[in-house]
């Protein structure tokens, strides 16, 4: 077992892990983080996405023991300091971009890191940056109006109904 | 303008504020203090002899609580079916015994053999990896009519053969209708393939036994679309625990699409287990483990003909299927291929004479069933490609001869048992072809071609059966079930209601668009309002959601019980206003006197429900709770006209959609955002089949495609923006509402646009092409194009 320590959501947390324990599941079973989701074994669905140091990584494909030390962000740290949804949580909800919920801590995760990148995407640069999520119950239409209502677009001008 | 409440509005989801910070409580979610792991070690033989089972060695490493076989459920019931079909000479279909861990034999890859219980996932993992399987190989049942053909493996070796049923409807209609193919001027055939599917909901299932020995009471938290229809499936005809004893929930469950509508063998193992353990065990599929045992859908190899008289009528129409069962009878998977596909052959049209044909097949893949559309899917697929084979092959407009064949009266009796309450198919087909913009498709091609594309535009219809149905006549087809839904309306003493809904909410959105519903009647915020759901401790009944029958039948049996919460407040406003009930009226949250300026608030007739001080207790009880039983009296059928253009590369095959476009009736909606949403869903999930999903398995039943890596789920960069519009609607005439159902449209409508596309835009490059089989992978079109 190993002691890893890492920042997460601005708070430390520690814990002893497995060599192989994955850091999805050291955030759900040990800090008991449970909306980081997992919903596949070979690193395809993007359900699992938390930003590491900044960067959006898939934390089912990576070992806890490689983010000591590191600073993670994952859904629970999102919302406003006053608890109100955030931005893209709130252009989410506005755009009826998610239903069953299951992805979407992934989806919310990886649109923040490619706005960060790409402050106003086009829609093509939206669909090509979220290959690595699977969403199966939008069809992605009102996910990629969020994102870019998010941006600040005017998502009228994209979506045709 | 936009409504900003109650039926009509697009209210935003109340749901979604824990879904987008993370606090949802979804089934993995859920941790019992003491839980241990189970990891089920699955066959990776499709057909073989079990002889033995060694657990010695894996029953004693770290961490091991006991390991499981075959035999330590020899008192335990058989995963129940539950529906019987009826086969063309009157016999019942043959029926398996279908065990919760293998024995004698393994019949599919996937199939579990042994379960590990241990402290830890791992340990549990670890310890299956020291059991010592025997097994005999045998030759796997792979190919459906192989596994007809005399001297072919049996699956199941106490049947006769293969043959779960061989199915006729109408069966007295066969000389008819094929005395109409010898008279017709015209026929179309086409046989066709209805490609195997996986559900693939993004949350994977999960099942949590809990056991109370103190009060011998039984909890199952699983992901499922109808917790108490697995409370009665595996507490009456598995395990044996009366329902008193048994709780069922089903929390937040992250989508299901059919796939989690059946009682599975994980969720009796941790039921049985966390008694003989005497502690929680939880088990959490992997995708690989959901791909080799979820069940599976379509799957149907067919036939279909179409006769047509000299003015191009459709005079008849007949089909030849086989269905795919899998290796053992999945709850519902009989019904599929036969009460929910050869009662829509119908389709839009008046064909008078139609004649079914459907064998179910048993062979060693994992187990087919209802998946989003269920039946009604592959019956459009089938009628669609064939009425716009027809049109080709005629040289007449595809769009002209479907509207010169429509049902325009209502309702109609089809000739396949079922009659249409309403409908207008010629309004959603003039809508299509404003939204599609026909008119540009001749400059948009020339454009395509311009850049060295194929362009081509494919048109079709759909109906469909929701709602599913009267509970007598679902009785007399084979259904072991009601099909009624229940709610109970508990009315607060502060005036808050919650409502206790038999349907289950899976991404649908009910907490929502249920709350807007009672909000409307009421005339209150739908803030003061409560949709509970999934819990069978705190909803008395319940058939759960498939089908696109929540709001159809649990929104009905919703308004039955809201009407009775009504009529007993107005019975209270009334002594307080002392006035006659007849005149008093409710609305926008208060009880007046017509014609008076005399009122009571809906929160001070409630408090007086529960404070009856001044109430009158000799003519009715305090308190303010109904429950409703709904049982439909007919299907709803929603309707629709949908419209694919695409792009073909003709050097590499590849189809790109390029715009997509749905007009659906639905007749009434209650929350248009949440309606739309579920088009777009279906939509993306119909493409997939269409273009990129295929569950594949190999000569000796390995399955092919058991990741993402190698079933090509549909991703952002597959599809387009789509255009979709539902302001075409005939409300349903036998529920409240006027409502039908939106949940499957998009997946049942789509997949012959996206075919009829692509066979349009080869066509246009001189193409000899009638049908490419789905998925339309730039191999096939490549391969159909030389």
């Known amino acids: 077992m190993t002691q890893v320590t890492m920042t997460v959501n601005g708070k430390a947390a520690s814990g002893e892990v497995e060599g192989r324990t994955l850091l999805s599941s050291f955030l759900r079973d040990e800090l008991k983080l449970t909306g980081t989701h997992v919903g596949c074994d070979t690193s395809q669905c993007g359900a699992c996405v938390v930003h590491v140091d900044g960067v959006a990584v898939k934390s089912c494909t990576m070992l806890a023991a490689e983010a000591d030390g590191a600073d993670v962000s994952t859904i629970e740290g999102q919302a406003n300091a006053d608890g109100s949804l955030n931005v893209i949580q709130q252009a989410f909800q506005d755009h009826h971009g998610l239903q069953c919920g299951f992805c979407t801590p992934g989806m919310v995760m990886s649109a923040a890191a490619l706005l960060k990148d790409n402050p106003k995407p086009s829609e093509q640069e939206v669909r090509d940056y979220l290959e690595g999520n699977i969403c199966r119950c939008t069809g992605y239409h009102n996910i990629i109006k969020a994102i870019m209502a998010a941006s600040g677009q005017d998502v009228g001008a994209i979506a045709a109904e | ?786």
């Open chain 2, 1 to 786: 303008m936009p409504k900003d409440g109650g039926i009509g509005a697009s209210s935003k989801r109340r749901e979604d504020v824990r879904f987008l910070t993370g606090v949802g409580n979804y089934t993995d979610d859920i941790n019992i203090h003491g839980q241990a792991h189970v990891f089920f070690l699955r066959s990776d033989i499709a057909h073989g002899t079990l002889n033995a089972v060694d657990t010695t060695a894996a029953s004693g490493m770290p961490g091991v609580v006991r390991v499981f076989t075959g035999d330590d459920f020899a008192g335990v019931g058989s995963i129940p079916c539950g529906w019987q079909v009826t086969d063309k000479h009157g016999e019942p279909m043959q029926e398996p015994a279908h065990p919760v861990l293998a024995t004698g034999k393994v019949r599919h890859v996937g199939e579990p053999i042994a379960a590990v219980v241990a402290e830890t996932l791992e340990q549990a993992r670890d310890a299956a990896e020291a059991i010592n399987v025997d097994i005999t190989e045998l030759p796997a049942v792979v190919d459906m009519k192989a596994a007809l053909a005399d001297g072919s493996a049996k699956v199941h070796d106490d049947l006769a053969n293969n043959l779960c049923y061989d199915w006729g409807f109408v069966e007295e209609n066969k000389a008819a209708t094929d005395a109409a193919f010898e008279a017709a001027a015209h026929v179309t055939s086409l046989e066709l393939v209805n490609n195997r599917l996986v559900a693939n909901p993004m949350e994977p299932r999960v099942a949590v036994g809990d056991y109370a020995r103190g009060t011998d009471e039984h909890t199952l938290y699983t992901t499922s679309q109808n917790p108490h229809v697995i409370r009665l499936l595996m507490g009456a005809f598995v395990l044996g625990i009366p329902e008193h004893k048994l709780r069922v929930v089903a929390p937040d469950v992250g989508g299901g699409f059919g796939t989690k509508i059946f009682h599975y063998q994980e969720e009796a193992f941790c039921t049985f287990a966390a008694k003989a353990c005497n502690r929680a065990v939880k088990w959490t599929s992997s995708r690989t483990e959901a791909f080799m045992s979820d069940a599976h859908g379509r799957d149907h190899v067919t036939k279909i003909e179409l006769a047509l008289d000299a003015d191009n009528n459709f005079t008849a129409l007949r089909t030849e299927t086989h269905a795919n069962m899998g290796a053992y009878l999945s709850t519902f998977a009989p019904s599929v291929p036969t009460w929910l596909h050869g009662t829509l052959m119908a389709g839009n049209y008046k064909t008078p004479l139609i004649y079914v044909n459907v064998k179910a097949v048993f062979t060693n893949t994992v187990p087919v069933d209802a998946y989003r559309g269920a039946g009604r899917p592959e019956a459009t697929f089938q009628l669609e490609r064939v009425v716009d084979k027809a049109a080709r092959e005629l040289g007449v407009d595809p769009i002209a001869l479907r509207r010169q064949n429509f049902i325009t009266e209502f309702p109609y009796a089809t000739p396949v048992a079922v009659e249409y309450d309403t409908g207008d198919y010629n309004a959603t087909m003039d809508k299509l072809e404003e939204m599609g913009d026909f008119a540009g498709f001749a400059a948009r091609r020339a454009a395509s071609e311009a850049k060295g594309k194929l362009r081509g535009l494919g048109v079709n219809c759909y109906i469909e059966a929701c709602g599913i149905a009267p509970s007598n006549l679902v009785g007399q087809l084979g259904a072991r079930a009601g099909l009624y839904e229940s709610a109970t309306v508990r009315v607060n003493a502060t005036g808050g209601l919650v409502v206790m809904t038999g349907s289950h909410s899976h991404g649908q959105g009910h907490e929502t668009s249920f709350a807007q519903v009672v909000a409307d009647m009421i005339g209150i915020d739908e803030s003061m309002i409560e949709i509970v759901h999934g819990d069978t401790s705190k909803v008395p009944m319940g058939m759960g959601t498939y089908g696109s029958r929540s709001i159809a039948v649990g929104g009905s049996a919703m308004v039955r019980a809201t009407e009775k919460i009504i009529n007993k407040a107005k019975k209270i406003a009334s002594h307080l206003l002392e006035a006659s009930e007849t005149d008093i009226e409710l609305k926008d949250g208060a009880f007046s006197v017509a014609g008076t300026d005399k009122s009571v608030a809906w929160g001070d007739v409630t408090l007086a429900a529960y404070v009856p001080h001044n109430y009158p207790l000799e003519d009715i009880e305090p308190g303010l709770e109904e429950t409703a039983f709904y049982d439909p009296s007919n299907f709803t059928y929603p309707s629709g006209a949908y419209a694919c253009e695409v792009e073909v590369d003709p050097d590499t095959g590849k189809v790109s959609i390029e715009r997509f476009a749905a007009a659906d009736d639905f007749g009434n909606i209650i929350n248009p955002m949440i309606v739309t949403g579920q088009v777009h869903g279906g939509l993306a999930q119909g493409i997939g089949q269409a273009l990129l999903e295929n569950c594949a398995y190999d000569d000796n039943g390995q399955l092919l495609s058991a990741s993402y890596m190698d079933y090509a789920m549909p991703r952002a960069d597959d599809l387009p923006m789509f255009s979709v519009d539902h302001s075409c609607q005939t409300p349903c005439t036998h529920n409240p509402l006027g409502v039908k159902g939106c949940g499957e449209a998009g997946a049942i409508g789509s997949p012959p646009a996206v075919v009829n596309a692509v066979v349009d835009a080869l066509q246009s490059a001189g193409k000899d092409v009638t049908h490419v089989d789905m998925p339309l992978s730039p191999d096939r079109v490549w391969a159909a194009m030389q």
